[in-house]
C-alpha cells in the first residue's frame, strides 16, 4: 500500500465550513420551523424531599405550551436511569429518574420542563414554578461522606456505593521483609470537562412513519438512540440519531442517556411539535458531571536501589449523588495506577463514595490523572527518601522493552486482562531527559538560587491502555461517480475524525483524498457502535475504515480482473484507477468498477447502461451476483480487539516560583509520547497541546468549591478559572516515539488523553523541587502555596 | 400579557436586515435565531469566553451582553461575513493552514477579534499577537497554533496585498 | 440564562433619561456599557421592571481633557479612554489602570462613569478615582450634585447613588508636576479581578526627594482604600509594606485567603511606590 496521507499533516477537511461560520452544532438546527423550546427547575437544594410542586404561576406566562414534572413520565421513562457499566463491586449503585421522583440528591437535579415558545419564555414559566421542600442534610466532601453522620440515599447508611480490592503478588509478606518502606496521603480535587458547547438536545417525530429524530451533542450517538428507543417503548429502527457538529466533549459527553435526552423526544412526541433544549453554562455546572475527586493513602516498601517490593494503595473517589456511569474512574486509576512499572507485589483496594453534588462521571483521564498522581509521587518521594535521582528510580522500575507483551495480572476498565503489548519506557525517559536537560538542571538551580530565584524541575511517567472494545466498524462504499463514502458510527467533536479516517481510506484504496467524504456519529448511516472516549477512535474506527477499504480493493480489483481479463495479483490501484501493474494503459476507472460491481436491469444514466443484462457477453451458468457476494462496491467491517493496546509518554516541566509572592510561572514544559503510528501527526500535536493545557488547567487553576450546604460556588467562568492563552507556557516541546501497535492493522495507538495524565504530577513535582515543600494536593493556587511555605518556615 | 416588540434594523455583513425582537432579546439570539445566521456561538452568556465576539461598528463585542435593540441602526459584522465569497480571509486561511481549531465552537469568536486586531495591527510581534487573543477561551487547542495563525494571517494579508 | 423581562426605554437625551429615573427609578437600572449588568440581569440576580438605556444619548459620550483634569462622560467607552493621549498626559493612571479592565473586548464596550456606578472594590478605576481625589456627577430631576470619590463608595456594589439618579460624568483632576504613578496588579488569570491592585502617585521636589506617597488598594477592602505612606516610606520602605499590610482588610474566598492578600498588599505597595518614584524622577529629570 503506497503511503501518501497517512503520516502527513492533511490539513482537515471539517475547517472550511467551521471558519466559514457554517457548522450545525444542535442549537443551530431547525430554525424557523417551529421548534419549541424546553427549559427546566432545577433543586436549589443539595438533598430535599418535594413536598408540592404548583405550576400555576407558570401557566399564566404566555407562550408555555406544556409542563411536565414526574407524574407525567410513564412506563420505562418513568423508571430509573440505567446503570450503564454494571459491576459486581458497585454493591450499591443508585441513579436517578429523569425527573425528581419525590427527593433530590444534588442542586440542579431536574425537576420539572417547561416546553414553550422560546426559552426565554420557558425561563419565566420556570420560574414562576413554586416547588416546595422539605430540606434534608448535605453530604459534602469525602470526610463527610465517611463519617456517615448523615446519608445521601436512605438505603445506603455508609454512603458507600461500591468497595474493590484487587491484589497482585503477597503485599503483606512483601512489605514487611522490604529494607524501607514509606507512608504518603495524596489528594485531588474535583474538577469537570467543561466543553465551551453545553449538551444540546432536538428532536423531531414525524407522525406519518412513527418514527423519532434527534440531534444530540454527544459522544455515542447509537447508545444514546438505544436508549431513547428503550425509555420511549418505540422499536430501535423507528429511532434515528445524529451527534452534529459537537462542540467539545472531553468526556462529559460520554455520560447518557441525560434526563434532558429522554425528556425532549418524548414532549417533541407527545406535542408533536420539534423540541430542542440548550444547556447554558449554569446549568452545565450544576447538572453535567463532574470527576477526580480523590483521597489515596499510599504504603510503599522499596528496596535500596528504589525498586517497589511492595505498593499498596487505598482510596476514596467521591462519585456524587449517583452512579450512572459504574465506577469506570475508579477501576481505572485502580489499573492505570501503575504506569510504566512492575512493582513486586501490588494492592489496590478503594471504596466508592455518595455525596450530595453533581454526579461523577469520566473526564479526559478517568482517573488516569488520579493514578498517575499518586504513582509518580510515590516515586518522587522514594528517591528523596534514598538519596537518588528521581529518573534512576523510576528507571529501576521499568518494564523492560524485552518484556512485552507484560501482564500486570489485574483486569481492565474493558473486562480484558491488563496486558501490555508494547513500548519502550527506557528510551522514552532518555528522549525526555535530553529534551528538558535533565541532567544539567542542578546547576541551573543552583545558579538561580545564587540569584535569590527559585526553580525547580519535575517528571511524570505514564501507560494509557486506549482503543478499548467491544468493538467499531466502518462501511466504505464507492459511488459510481468515483467518489468514496464512508461512515463511522462514532462521533466528533473536533478530533477531525473526517479527515483522518479519508487519509486511512484513500491510501487503503488508491483514491485521490478529496474524494473521500466520512460521516461520523449518524445512525442513518451506521447502526453499530460504541462511541467516542478513552482515546479509541483511531485505534477503533481506524482499524475497522481500513479493513472496510480493504475489502472493498479487495473487491475491486476482482470486478476489475474479470473486466479487464487480467489477473488480480498483477493489478494495483493508483488515483482512483485500477491498472495493470507496469502497464497503465490496461486500466479501468474505480467509478466504473463501481457501476459493473452492481448488475442492474434498469440503466438510469449512460453510465448505468454498462451493467444492465445486455452490455456485455456473460457467463450463463454463473449468477449475476457471485454467491456470498453482495451488489455494489462497498464493505461493513468491524474491528474488535482481544483487548486495549497500550500507549505512554513521559511529561518534564521546569518551574519557576516568585519568592514574594508564590506565583508559579512554567518556564519550559516538554512531551515525550508514544500512540504508535500516527495517522496525522498535525491533529496529534494538537490533541497533546490541548491535553496539556487540560492538565495545566487542573494542576494549577480549576477546581469545584461546594460549600458546606451542597450549593457550588464557583459555578460561572469568572470564578472556575479555565486558562486564557496568557496562562499557559508559550510552547510545549513535543518528542514522539513510535512502538507499534501488534494488535491493530495500523499499529495505532490512542493520543486524546495523552497531554493531560500526568500533568499534576509533573508540576506538584517541579513546585517541590523548587521550593523544597510536599507537594501532595492538587490543583495548586499561589495561595495555597504562599501558606504552605509560610507554614513550612515557621516550623 | 404579551411582551412588547421592536423592530430593529441591523447592517450585518453589509446587507440591511431587520426584525421584530423583544427589548431582552441579546444580540447574539437575534444574530442566531432571528436572522438566521448561526455561526457566532453562545458559549457562557456572561462575557467570558468570548464565543460570542462579533464586530460592531468594526470593533469587537460579545453579542451575549448587548440587547439587539440597543444597537438598532449599526453595523455588525459576523464570522459569515469574513469570506469574499468563496475565498477565505487571510485569518479563516490561516487558522486552517495552523491547525487553529479542533471542534470550532470558540473560533468564530476568535476569527472577528483577530480580523479587526489585525486590521489595526497588521505586523504584530508573537508577543501582541498574544494580546489579540488573550481574552477568548479555546477548550481544545492549548491556543499554541491561534498564536501561530495570528501570525501567519498577517502574512498572508502581506502576501495579497 | 436570559433575563427576565423588563420594559425597555431609550432616551436621546440625558433629561429624558433622568425625568424616566424620576419617574421608575426604584425598579429600574440604567444601562450602558452592560458588560457587569448584563451578566446580572442573565442570571436574573436581578429583575429591574425597567431598563434606561442611555446608548443612544450621545451627549454624554465625551472625554475633555483640561489642564485641571480629565472630564468623563457617561456613555465614553474604557477603549475611548485607554488611548486617548491628553488624557494620559493629564493623567495617566487612567491608561495603567484600564490596560488591566477585564479584556479589549470587553473595553469597547464597557463605560468608565459605568464602571464606577458599579462600585466594584475590585474595579480599577474605583481605586484610581479615589487615590486621584476625583469626583463624580450624580443628576436627577432635582438637580445636579458633585460627589468626592471619598464619600461616593459605600461598600461593595453600593454607593450613595440614589434610584433617582444618573451619573453623569466622572472628574480625575490631573496628576500633579513632579509626580508619578505606576498601577500594579496580581490577578489569577491575565484581565480577573484583582487579588490585590495598587495604585500609587508619588510627588517629588525639585531636588528628587520624595514630597508624598499615596496609593490607592484594589480587591482588600469593601471600598477602595486610599493610604498616606509618605512618612512610612521615607522611614523605609518595608514601614510602608507593614502599613498597607495593616490596615487592608481583605477577604477569603475560592482563589486566595485574606492573608495572602495581606501579604500581597505588603509586596506590591513596595512594587508600586518604587514605580512611582521611578516615573516621578523620570518626569523630574525631562
Known amino acids: 500500500m503506497a503511503t501518501r496521507y497517512v503520516g502527513q499533516g492533511v490539513q482537515r477537511v471539517e475547517d472550511r465550513r467551521l471558519v466559514t461560520g457554517h457548522g450545525r452544532y444542535t442549537d443551530d438546527i431547525g430554525g424557523g420551523t417551529g421548534t419549541l423550546e424546553a427549559a427546566f427547575v432545577r433543586s436549589p437544594h443539595a438533598h430535599a424531599r418535594i413536598l408540592d410542586i404548583d405550576v400555576g404561576g407558570a401557566l399564566d406566562v404566555d407562550g408555555v405550551v406544556a409542563i411536565y414534572t414526574y407524574e407525567d413520565l410513564a412506563g420505562a421513562a418513568a423508571e430509573p436511569l440505567p446503570i450503564l457499566i454494571p459491576h459486581p463491586a458497585l454493591h450499591a449503585g443508585r441513579t436517578g429518574y429523569a425527573l425528581a421522583n419525590g427527593v433530590v440528591h444534588h442542586a440542579g437535579e431536574a425537576i420539572a420542563m417547561v416546553v414553550a415558545q422560546n426559552r426565554y419564555l420557558a425561563e419565566d414559566a420556570a420560574a414562576a414554578i413554586v416547588v416546595d421542600y422539605e430540606i434534608l442534610p448535605a453530604v459534602v466532601g469525602l470526610d463527610a461522606a465517611r463519617a456517615a453522620g448523615h446519608t445521601v440515599h436512605d438505603d445506603v ?61 454527544t459522544q455515542t450517538a447509537t447508545s444514546v438512540r438505544a436508549a431513547i428507543a428503550a425509555k420511549l417503548g418505540l422499536p430501535l429502527p423507528k429511532v434515528e440519531v445524529i451527534a452534529p457538529d459537537v462542540g467539545g466533549g472531553f468526556g462529559v459527553k460520554i455520560m447518557h442517556p441525560w434526563p434532558e435526552e429522554i425528556l425532549v423526544p418524548l414532549a417533541a412526541m407527545r406535542l408533536q411539535r ?158 525526555i531527559k535530553e529534551i528538558v536537560g535533565w541532567d544539567d538542571f542542578p546547576a541551573r538551580r543552583a545558579a538561580a538560587a545564587a540569584q535569590g530565584r527559585l526553580l525547580g524541575i519535575g517528571i511524570g511517567c505514564y501507560v494509557e491502555g486506549t482503543g478499548p472494545g467491544p468493538y467499531e466498524g466502518a462501511h466504505v462504499q464507492v459511488l459510481t461517480d468515483g467518489s468514496v463514502e464512508v461512515a463511522v458510527g462514532l462521533t466528533s467533536q473536533g478530533q477531525g475524525h473526517q479527515t483522518v479516517f479519508a487519509q486511512i481510506v484513500a491510501d487503503e484504496l488508491g483514491v485521490p483524498f478529496e474524494r473521500v467524504r466520512v460521516t461520523t456519529g449518524d445512525t442513518r448511516r451506521f447502526g453499530h457502535a460504541v462511541g467516542t472516549f478513552a482515546s479509541r477512535a483511531a485505534v477503533m474506527s481506524g482499524s475497522a475504515v481500513a479493513l472496510a477499504a480493504r475489502s472493498v480493493k479487495a473487491k475491486a480489483l476482482r470486478v476489475a480482473a474479470d473486466a479487464l481479463e487480467a489477473s488480480e495479483a498483477d493489478l494495483e490501484i493508483v488515483d482512483g484507477v485500477v491498472v495493470v501493474r507496469g502497464n497503465p494503459t490496461v486500466s479501468i476507472d474505480l467509478a466504473h468498477v463501481a457501476v459493473l460491481s452492481n448488475p442492474l436491469r434498469y440503466a438510469f444514466d449512460d453510465a448505468a447502461k454498462a451493467a444492465t443484462q445486455f452490455a456485455r457477453p456473460a457467463d450463463p451458468d454463473r449468477p449475476p451476483v457471485p454467491e456470498g457476494e453482495a451488489p455494489g462496491l462497498e464493505s461493513r467491517d468491524y474491528y474488535s480487539p482481544p483487548r486495549s493496546t497500550f500507549a505512554s509518554g513521559m511529561h518534564a516541566a521546569i518551574v519557576e516560583i516568585d519568592p514574594d509572592t508564590s506565583e508559579i510561572r512554567i518556564d519550559r514544559y516538554c512531551v515525550v509520547h508514544d500512540c504508535g503510528t500516527l495517522i496525522n501527526p498535525m491533529i496529534v500535536r494538537g490533541q497533546v497541546h490541548g491535553g496539556v493545557a487540560q492538565g495545566i488547567a487542573g494542576a494549577l487553576y480549576e477546581t469545584l468549591d461546594y460549600d458546606e450546604y451542597g450549593q457550588l460556588r464557583n459555578a460561572s467562568f469568572m470564578d472556575f478559572l479555565m486558562p486564557y492563552v496568557t496562562e499557559l507556557p508559550d510552547r510545549i516541546e513535543l518528542g514522539h516515539q513510535e512502538t507499534p501497535s501488534p494488535l491493530n492493522p495500523l499499529g495505532i495507538k490512542g493520543a486524546g488523553e495523552a497531554g493531560v495524565i500526568p500533568v499534576s504530577a509533573v508540576l506538584a513535582a517541579a513546585v517541590e523541587d523548587a521550593t523544597g515543600i510536599r507537594i501532595t494536593r492538587m490543583p495548586l493556587s499561589p495561595s495555597e502555596l504562599y501558606h504552605l511555605r509560610r507554614e513550612d518556615h515557621t516550623a | ?63 451575549c451582553l448587548i440587547f439587539a435593540v440597543s444597537v438598532n441602526d449599526h453595523t455588525v459584522t459576523t464570522v459569515e461575513g469574513l469570506a469574499d465569497g468563496d475565498e477565505l480571509s487571510p485569518v479563516q486561511q490561516a487558522f486552517g493552514e495552523c491547525h487553529a481549531l479542533q471542534c470550532g465552537f470558540c473560533t468564530p469568536g476568535f476569527l472577528t477579534t483577530v480580523t479587526a486586531e489585525l486590521a489595526e495591527n497588521p505586523r504584530p510581534t508573537r508577543e501582541q499577537a498574544v494580546d489579540m487573543i ?25 502576501e495579497r496585498s | 440564562m436570559k433575563p427576565a423581562p423588563f420594559a425597555w426605554h431609550g432616551p436621546d437625551q440625558a433629561g429624558a433619561a433622568v425625568a424616566l429615573l424620576a419617574e421608575h427609578g426604584s425598579d429600574a437600572k440604567v444601562l450602558a456599557g452592560g458588560q457587569s449588568l448584563v451578566p446580572l440581569l442573565a442570571m436574573r440576580l436581578t429583575q429591574p421592571a425597567h431598563l434606561i438605556d442611555i446608548n443612544g444619548v450621545a451627549e454624554l459620550d465625551t ?67 479615589a487615590v486621584c481625589d476625583g469626583t463624580l456627577d450624580l443628576r436627577s430631576a432635582a438637580g445636579t450634585r458633585t460627589v468626592p470619590a471619598a464619600d461616593f463608595f459605600l461598600g461593595p456594589l453600593t454607593c450613595v447613588l440614589t434610584p433617582d439618579e444618573l451619573a453623569v460624568s466622572a472628574y480625575f483632576p490631573a496628576l500633579p508636576r513632579n509626580a508619578g504613578t505606576t498601577f500594579v496588579e496580581i490577578a489569577r488569570r491575565h484581565g480577573d479581578y484583582a487579588l490585590c491592585g495598587v495604585a500609587a502617585v508619588a510627588e517629588l521636589d525639585r531636588d528628587g526627594e520624595l514630597t508624598r506617597l499615596r496609593c490607592g488598594y484594589l480587591s482588600v477592602a469593601d471600598v477602595p482604600l486610599v493610604l498616606d505612606l509618605t512618612d512610612a516610606w521615607r522611614s523605609d520602605p518595608q514601614d510602608a509594606g507593614a502599613q498597607a499590610h495593616d490596615a487592608v482588610d481583605p477577604g477569603t474566598d475560592l482563589h486566595a485567603t485574606a492573608d495572602y492578600r495581606r501579604h500581597l498588599a505588603r509586596i506590591l505597595t513596595i512594587r508600586a511606590a518604587a514605580g512611582a518614584i521611578a516615573d516621578a524622577r523620570e518626569r523630574v529629570a525631562a
Not at chain 1, 161 to 175: E, F, K, R
Not at chain 1, 408 to 428: C, K, N
Open chain 1, 157 to 217: 447508611p455508609d454512603n458507600v456505593a461500591a468497595h474493590l480490592l484487587q491484589q497482585v503478588g503477597d503485599v503483606d509478606t512483601a512489605m514487611k521483609d522490604a529494607p524501607h518502606r514509606l507512608e504518603l496521603d495524596l489528594e485531588i480535587s474535583r474538577s469537570c470537562s467543561m466543553p465551551l458547547e453545553g449538551k444540546a438536545v432536538h428532536a423531531r417525530w414525524d407522525p406519518d412513519d412513527g418514527s423519532l429524530r434527534v440531534y444530540s451533542s
Open chain 1, 274 to 431: 420539534p423540541v430542542k433544549w440548550t444547556e447554558d453554562r449554569r446549568e452545565h455546572f450544576i447538572s453535567s458531571s463532574h470527576e477526580r475527586d480523590q483521597q489515596h493513602h499510599i504504603e510503599v516498601g522499596f528496596d535500596d536501589d528504589g525498586r517497589i517490593l511492595a505498593l499498596d494503595v487505598s482510596f476514596w473517589h467521591d462519585n456524587g449523588a449517583y452512579t450512572p456511569y459504574g465506577i469506570i474512574c475508579p477501576i481505572v486509576t485502580s489499573t492505570q495506577l501503575l504506569g510504566p512499572y512492575k512493582p513486586g507485589t501490588y494492592r489496590v483496594e478503594f471504596r466508592s463514595m455518595y455525596t450530595t453534588t453533581v454526579t461523577v462521571t469520566p473526564y479526559r483521564g478517568a482517573g488516569r490523572p488520579q493514578g498517575a498522581f499518586a504513582m509518580e509521587r510515590t516515586m518522587d518521594r522514594i528517591a528523596q527518601a534514598l538519596g537518588r535521582d528521581r529518573t534512576a528510580v523510576r528507571a529501576a522500575n521499568f518494564i523492560q522493552p524485552d518484556e512485552f507483551p507484560f501482564d500486570q495480572h489485574m483486569t481492565f476498565q474493558d473486562g480484558r486482562p491488563l496486558i501490555y503489548d508494547s513500548g519502550d519506557y527506557p528510551a522514552q525517559l532518555g528522549m
Open chain 2, 1 to 63: 400579557m404579551t411582551e412588547p416588540t421592536h423592530e430593529i434594523a441591523l447592517t450585518v455583513n453589509g446587507v440591511r436586515r431587520t426584525h421584530a425582537a423583544v427589548a431582552r432579546r441579546t444580540l447574539s439570539d437575534f444574530l442566531r435565531h432571528d436572522l438566521g445566521l448561526t455561526g457566532t456561538h453562545v458559549g457562557c452568556e456572561h462575557g467570558v469566553c468570548g464565543a460570542c465576539t462579533v464586530l460592531l461598528d468594526g470593533r469587537p463585542v460579545r453579542s
Open chain 2, 134 to 158: 488573550a481574552g477568548n477561551l479555546c477548550r481544545c487547542t492549548g491556543y499554541h497554533n491561534i498564536v501561530d495563525a495570528v501570525l501567519r494571517a498577517a502574512e498572508l494579508s502581506r
Open chain 3, 63 to 129: 472625554v475633555d481633557v483640561e489642564e485641571g483634569g480629565v472630564r468623563i462622560g457617561a456613555l465614553a467607552r474604557h477603549r475611548r479612554v485607554e488611548r486617548d493621549d491628553a488624557a494620559f498626559r493629564t493623567q495617566p493612571l487612567l491608561r495603567q489602570a484600564l490596560r488591566f479592565v477585564a479584556h479589549p473586548t470587553i473595553r469597547n464596550r464597557g463605560t468608565c462613569v459605568g464602571s464606577l456606578a458599579h462600585a466594584d472594590p475590585a474595579g480599577e478605576l474605583t481605586v484610581v478615582l
